[in-house]
């Protein structure tokens, strides 16, 4: 298979499509992220790149903390509208109808119609470019409860959004299945 | 909506599945990750989080380079089984048929049946506790000739692999469309 060089670039896909949230100037705001994920296990961490000129950007540098809030696919519009739209200009959790709650940091405001949402605290700010790289030790892990089967997060349930970047550019659903992850591989063990 | 809690988490839906290479002892060898995505914009920065304990790790260490593979769907077996096997007793790029290549960096090795290839330079590499987060520049992105349209990455060609974590531990295909990104959310604005 031939290769073409497309230079330096960030072509990684698929990528998870986030609500980042953080107090800014004591009020709730949040912005869709894409890049995103998990940092640590033990203990559990998270690291968001985060565009130094966003209004989010100000509120984690404000308090220290912010939020990751996982979107459902029927929060698509409010999710999208969250990445067009600027705090500095409006009020963007009027704008959703998003109902707003705090967990135990305090200030890391996450949305309740969102059905898995993690408060963290920030323990490295990485100043790379262009953003900010926080990574955040999660403080607590807030789940909508009809999102549980036998008290378990059911992804099913959950239904979050996969973000398809350039040149695409698009929201799309967890598709169909391809294996079991740790299982699907064994065929090849001692091959 | 009522929330339960689980305590610090890393319950972040959806992710990515990616195939993190590097030489270990002067030998290709790859992982399967999906604590990675992307860190910076300018200039382009990926991050990948990797366990200590891990044959690649050392690889990483030894070099200060890394490489980022994206499979696509029809190599989840061999993906998986980057995951599960070591490359400390075994090689599992004869294991998988991988045909191995190197780029600009001359040390990242790279999978030529994985649609995308970003070759990284570590910027920073963050201890933080079971995984080290390996902040990489992105030195040059291969793509196959295949996976281009208009000579534009075209993500329906290159079926990336979504990985949807704990309990579920499976792998899915991209799935429907919801929505344009930077326009679904156009008709919130100014209500």
Known sequence: MAKVQLGPKTSLYPLPTLLVGA??????????????????ADPPMLAVAIRGSRYTHQGIKENGTFSVNIPSAELVKETDYCGIASGARGDKVADCGFRIFY???????????????????????????????????????????????DGRVDVKKIRPIVYVGEPAREYHGVGELLGQAFRVGQELKGK
Do not use: R, Y
Not at 23 to 40: D, I, L, R, S, T
Not at 106 to 135: D, R, W, Y
């Open 23 to 40: 107090n800014v100037k004591g009020k709730p705001n949040f912005m869709a992220v894409a890049w995103g994920g998990v940092a640590n």
């Open 103 to 149: 967990g135990t940091l305090g200030n890391a405001p996450m949305i309740e119609q969102c059905p898995v949402n993690l408060e963290c605290k920030v323990v490295h700010a990485l100043e790379l470019g262009s953003h900010t790289l926080f990574v955040g030790g999660v403080a607590e892990t807030h789940v909508s409860e009809d999102c549980l089967t």
